[in-house]
């Protein structure tokens, strides 16, 4: 689990649910954040535009926490692996 | 004001299970989804592929080239869903009849096509103008003001659009202003077109349309499959349709409605329980009467147990006896015609006394433990039903009905 990726989830989730990064941390999960199934959805999307992939329906149900949702992104972030995926982006 | 019995006299349907309420009601009965793959666009970009198109309706059949010209897709089963309740109820439209007549139309979404096509010429092929129609064609009202050009009726004509709760919401106002005298007919139900790329785009982000079909109260329920369509009803009075030797279907004798104050989209257990309480008040219903309910059983994993806890809290002992199924699973969620389509499975229901049932039923979820009525009908003569819907935004609209003995 990379500290980069660590970095732009909670960095996403901050722009999206308008709270500020040092109240998130990788082991926050979505009830201490106040965050409920429409914000869910909403962070989803913001992730989805931050890393350009698409994160099924089933990968994303039954994610509760920031270090759920860490690691379901791992395996979705592209073939050569997420270190070259974030190169790439950045 | 004495308040006046009120009775359907006429039922029009288009969706998925069929052209016509003949064929809807066959479908019903015999436990066939209408759900499969979505034929009208390329779906190749979404991760869901199926709903529940009209497959078999064609506009040419209804309507010269002009027409269509005018009509978008959700106005287009408007008119002839209320086409066919007119006919079916036999009555004659007089010049008088016409003045004292009222239509009111659900719609969630309107006329959502023509305004994909409008801003695909925009924003995609770059051209810098749309068509004239658009507006005219995508209106919410469209519906209502085609059902009223054609039949000549002048009295109050409107649209609501309440999302999933429309056309319960439309079918109670046209009922008491019915009762209340105010008019003397009403056509009444809802229509939806809500196969465009932008909206199913809309629904697939919003990550509650299942990739398979609809399984309501099923512990492998994984969402719900979009639908289309319209239904219609026709209201009158009980004296007037004695008067002229209608044929009956059912009483409608209560509407209650309600808004839960909580979220946007998660539902409560407390605002569907006082939609259906206030319901039973409205027609003076007691639990016990209550024999079969249309469920607004969408499949998805938030509302079919908050409903069953709402029929539990407010039937107490009778949710023990009462059978409860969700037609979605055959015509699947055609959002503001939901209600409408819904409310003729209901009437059928009881006029026939045969109740239509859950179908693609798997796993019971000991969640939703209550009699759904799994994928086979079941013959039962029932005194009274509720058809419920209840709507994103927290708002729960819920018909009641009394069979009617002759």
């Not at chain 2, 056309?167 to 077109?193: C, K, W």
């Not at chain 2, 209550?370 to 994928?375: G, R, W």
Request: charge should be negative; hydrophobic fraction near 40%; glycine fraction near 10%.
């Amino acid at each position: 689990m990379s500290d980069e990726l660590i970095r732009r989830v909670i960095s996403c989730i901050a722009a999206s649910q308008k709270l500020p990064e040092e109240k998130i941390t990788i082991d926050s999960t979505f009830e201490e954040l106040g965050i409920d199934s429409l914000d869910g959805v909403n962070i989803l999307f913001a992730l989805e535009n931050e890393f350009n992939i698409s994160i099924p329906d089933e990968g994303a149900q039954g994610i509760r926490g920031v270090r759920q949702l860490v690691e379901a992104l791992e395996k979705l972030i592209p073939s050569n692996g997420p270190a070259d995926a974030l190169a790439q982006e950045s | 004001m004495s308040r006046r019995r009120v009775v359907v006299t006429g039922v029009g349907v288009v969706s998925a299970l069929g052209r016509n309420a003949r064929e809807f009601w066959q479908s019903l009965v015999e436990g066939r989804s209408g759900i499969g793959p979505i034929t009208q666009l390329d779906v190749s970009a979404l991760r869901f592929k199926n709903g529940g198109e009209a497959r078999n309706f064609n506009p040419a059949e209804h309507f010269d080239q002009k027409q269509i010209d005018f009509l978008d897709r959700f106005a287009q089963f408007a008119l002839v869903a209320a086409r066919e309740a007119l006919k079916d109820s036999g009555v004659e439209l007089t010049p008088e009849l016409r003045a004292r007549s009222g239509i009111v139309t659900g719609s969630c979404v309107g006329g959502k096509i023509t305004e994909d096509e409008g801003f695909q010429n925009l924003y995609l092929l770059k051209k810098p103008r749309v068509n004239p129609l658009t507006i005219a064609r995508s209106m919410g009202n469209a519906g209502a003001s085609h059902i009223s050009m054609e039949t000549g009726i002048t009295g109050p004509a409107f649209t609501l659009s309440t999302a999933c709760s429309s056309a319960n919401h439309a079918v109670g106002q046209a009922f008491r202003m019915v009762r209340d005298g105010d008019i003397e007919l009403a056509i009444t139900g809802g229509s939806e077109a809500p196969f465009a790329m932008g909206n199913l785009k809309a629904w697939e982000a919003m990550r509650v349309v299942s990739p398979d079909t609809c399984r309501p109260f099923c512990k492998d329920r994984r969402g719900m499959v979009l639908g289309e369509g319209g239904a219609m009803l026709v209201l009158e009075p009980l004296e007037a349709a004695l008067a002229r030797g209608a044929r009956i279907y059912c009483e409608i004798v209560g509407f209650g409605m309600s808004s839960d104050a909580h979220h946007l989209t998660q539902p409560s257990v407390e605002g569907p329980a006082r939609a259906m309480c206030a319901a039973m008040e409205d027609g003076g219903l007691k639990p016990e009467q209550i024999g079969y309910i249309n469920a607004h059983g969408t499949a998805t994993p938030a509302n079919d147990p908050t409903e069953v806890a709402a029929v539990r809290a407010v039937l107490g002992p009778q949710a023990g006896r009462v059978a409860i199924s969700s037609t979605k699973s055959m015509h699947g969620h055609a959002l503001g015609a939901a209600g409408a389509i819904e409310a003729v499975a209901t009437v059928l229901a009881l006029k026939h006394g045969i109740l239509p049932p859950t179908a693609n039923f798997t796993t019971p979820d000991p969640e939703c433990d209550i009699d759904v009525v799994p994928n086979q009908a079941r013959r039962a003569e029932v005194e009274c039903a509720l058809s419920n819907s209840f709507a994103f935004g927290g708002l729960n609209a819920v018909l009641a009905f009394r069979r009617w003995d002759g």
